[in-house]
């Protein structure tokens, strides 16, 4: 199925809080009279206090029934209603490495089964295949996820019994997960879509300013947790940031935004912005799944 076809967002509603500066991509973090003082603890909560969008929703009710010689009785499960059942995969994938082929569509269509976004369901063991892959690999926890298919992830992926999701469980947001190194797209309180992501690596950096020569940009790689909301964007191309080029950026907090970038590691490597694929930031344009005041609720994963 390919994702268009797939349910979007209508996303509603806005989030206000006290406006924290940043510098560029880079979440600089200095003070205003460009000394580079760190503004202290830039993970603590936003100036007015916000309710965590983690919260219970209505569950979902199953009715069993049950059949005995003498009579029917009917027994009611509760579960919540984020998760979503899948069935197992029979016969299982195999370990593919990145093969291209007719099992690599079964891997493409598995995987959107699941919520990991890929372009297409092709065959081709492509950047958004191995992204995707990547991105189960970080969910599942696993070592050194490298975005290649091999016995563990195979298994792993073939053998799921509900669909991965996010912290979140109610409203309509993006969810991005330090400790996880990933993006959720939560519609109506439902995981629908999981991107890969890179975030801030929490380095100190001294680098030449981009659009200003001469200057320097000083600060710490933070993409800063809280929430937030999407509050300005730059629908075209590349553009040039603070300390690099970014693509087609939403921009959240200052000037920390969700990017397009030809290098999303398995990883935080970025100087603050989250950064997804390329092709990953044309679907969102393009969809219009995150659209101004859409908010952002980004945490380190505890």
Request: proline fraction near 7%; charge should be negative; aromatic fraction near 8%.
């Amino acid at each position: 199925m390919a994702p268009e076809d797939r349910r979007t967002a209508r996303i509603g509603y806005a989030v206000i809080f006290g406006v924290v500066a940043f510098v560029g991509c880079s979440t600089a973090l200095t003070s205003g009279d460009g000394s580079g003082a760190v503004i202290a603890d830039t993970t603590a909560a936003p100036t007015s206090t916000i309710a965590s969008p983690q919260t219970t929703i209505a569950p979902a009710t199953t009715v069993v029934p049950q059949t005995t010689e003498a009579s029917t009785t009917t027994t009611t499960v509760t579960l919540p209603a984020n998760l979503v059942a899948v069935a197992v995969l029979d016969p299982p994938i195999p370990a593919l490495g990145t093969s291209d082929g007719a099992e690599t569509v079964r891997l493409q269509n598995r995987l959107q089964e699941l919520g990991f976004w890929v372009v297409a369901d092709d065959g081709d063991y492509g950047l958004t295949t191995r992204q995707a892959v990547m991105a189960f690999e970080k969910y599942m926890g696993f070592d050194n996820p490298d975005g290649k298919l091999d016995g563990q992830t195979a298994t792993a992926i073939s053998n799921m019994d509900l669909r991965p999701r996010a912290r979140a469980n109610s409203g309509t947001l993006v969810e991005i997960d330090k400790a996880k190194q990933l993006l959720f797209f939560v519609v109506d309180g439902r995981t629908e879509y999981i991107l890969n992501t890179s975030t801030g690596n929490g380095e100190a950096y001294e680098e030449p300013d981009q659009n200003t020569p001469g200057e320097i940009q000083r600060g710490i790689a933070l993409t800063p947790s809280g929430l937030h909301h999407v509050n300005r964007e730059r629908p075209e191309g590349w553009w040039e940031g603070d300390l690099g080029q970014i693509y087609r950026p939403k921009y959240f907090v200052g000037g920390v935004a969700v990017h397009g970038s030809n290098s999303i590691p398995n990883y935080p490597a970025s100087h603050g912005c989250v950064r997804v694929s390329v092709p990953a930031m044309d679907w969102i344009w393009q969809i219009g799944i995150m659209p101004l005041e859409t908010p952002v609720w980004v945490h380190d994963g505890a």
